[in-house]
């Protein structure tokens, strides 16, 4: 009894030493109380959620523009559209209580303030995904999507308060450098009739909308520490919900203000595979990023929202592979190696990870064998 009772606090601390470090009040998740074998398998489900849920989603949006598809405030709107799928895993996985949380939460203005400027943020930032994805390859848009791990360790120093030690150093200059890669290539393999000059606007626009990507994580785990105080399943589902309605309204509004309602029909009836399949690509696409959200949340619940963000980067290296089988996109030299050296950057920043956990670890452990010493 005794003996089982040490492996599931060793477990315990195990799973708590990788999460989140900084946070003013953690709430601790129900998944602590499982066991190893059942974490993992949380952690491996998750992980396959975001990878398949990504790459999916940027190959179904390629295929709607290659097929005719050409309304850009279409393409944003689906980015966030299905959102009322994340009420599924609110509904019959429900959060636990904080018996420790004596703060007062914060007012109903003070949140719906929050949801609505991160929610307009994130409207602004699908809508530059979908121009970049526009003017660019499914492989290009992708590899150039992974500096979000740089900005990312840019934004989390400034505004996370995160160390900035010489591997992440090492990762933001080599995730750097692929990008620079991708930007003085000629991507031959892009979509047909993209000038030269719309290549560019599309690596500006997908390049921007990385950084903006990695901004709203910091700034949602900026709320969760100075607001929320809490960083629970269900508070971080609400956020994700809260959010996408307010990027879907926007969405919607840019699509009627613009004019591009009038020739979705139009669209619908010249689309390369029939009216059916251009219902079902938008449909599948907007599906596909909220399984791809549902795994975000779910990494972020059961480990960690920096760790989510380091499996989201490392899904876009998928997406250049099956683009390359599906789309057959050219994947030259340049690619390769741009390929190599964002993989180089990822495994960098999870070596500091690694390395952080196992001094938090050894911290507790030394914390634990203090306390049985002086209990002895």
């Given at each position: 009894?005794?003996l089982h009772k ?8 195990s799973q708590?030493?990788?999460?989140p470090?900084?946070e003013?009040?953690?709430?601790q998740t129900?998944f ?6 059942q974490?993992?398998?949380m952690?491996a489900?998750?992980?396959?959620f975001l990878i ?5 989603a ?5 295929f709607?523009?290659d ?5 850009k405030w279409?393409?944003?709107?689906v980015q966030?559209?299905a959102?009322?799928?994340l009420l599924?895993?609110?509904y ?8 420790l ?12 303030l929050?949801y609505f400027?991160?929610?307009v943020?994130l409207?602004c930032?699908?809508?530059?995904y979908?121009v970049?994805l ?7 848009y992708?590899?150039?999507?992974a500096?979000?791990l ?9 505004i ?7 591997l992440?150093l090492?990762?933001v200059?080599?995730?750097s450098f692929?990008?620079a890669l ?8 892009g979509p047909a009739?993209v000038?030269k000059?719309?290549?560019?606007l ?5 390049l921007?909308a ?15 520490q100075?607001?929320?105080k809490k960083?629970?399943?269900s508070?971080?589902l609400?956020?994700?919900i809260y959010?996408?309605?307010v990027a879907?309204c926007a969405?919607?509004?840019g ?6 309602w ?5 669209e619908?009836?010249n689309?390369?595979e029939?009216?059916?399949?251009y219902v079902m ?20 619940f059961?480990?960690s929202s920096?760790?989510?963000?380091v499996i989201?980067?490392?899904s876009l290296a998928?997406t250049?592979?099956a683009a390359?089988i599906i789309f057959?996109?050219k994947m030259d030299?340049v690619k390769?190696i741009a390929m190599l ?12 990870n ?13 914390v634990t064998?203090?306390h049985?010493d002086?209990?002895?």
């Open positions: 009894m005794s040490a492996e599931s606090e060793w477990w315990r601390d708590e030493s990788i999460l470090k900084d003013t009040v953690i709430e129900q602590v109380k499982l066991g190893r074998c974490w993992w398998f952690v489900l998750n992980i396959f398949v849920g990504q790459a999916a940027v190959l179904l949006g390629r709607y523009y097929r005719g598809g050409n309304s279409m393409a944003t709107l966030t559209a959102f009322p799928v599924i895993p609110l019959f996985i429900p959060s636990s209580k904080d018996p949380t004596s703060s007062a939460p914060p007012s109903i203005k003070v949140l719906a929050i400027a991160l929610g943020l409207a930032d699908n809508m530059l979908s970049g526009l003017y660019l390859s499914a492989s290009t992708s590899l150039i999507c500096t979000q740089a900005f990312n360790a840019v934004f989390s120093y400034f996370n308060s995160q160390k900035f030690t010489a992440i090492n990762s200059i080599i995730v692929s990008a991708i930007a003085v290539s000629d991507d031959s393999s009739g000038s000059w719309k290549h560019i599309g690596f500006i626009c997908t921007g990385s950084a903006i990507y990695s901004l709203l994580l910091s700034l949602m785990q900026l709320t969760f100075k607001v929320l960083e629970t399943f508070v971080v609400e956020m994700q959010t996408a309605l879907s969405a919607t509004v699509l009627f203000a613009s004019g591009e009038r020739t979705l029909h139009g619908m009836e689309f390369g029939g009216r059916v399949s690509t938008l449909v599948w696409t907007a599906v596909a990023w909220q399984v791809c959200s549902v795994g975000v949340v779910g990494l972020i059961v480990v920096l760790f989510s963000n989201s980067t490392l998928v250049p592979i390359v057959h996109d030299g390769i050296l964002a993989i180089w950057g990822f495994a960098t920043y999870i070596y500091q690694y390395l952080d956990d196992s001094k938090v670890r050894r911290r507790q452990t030394g064998e203090s049985n002086s209990s002895a």
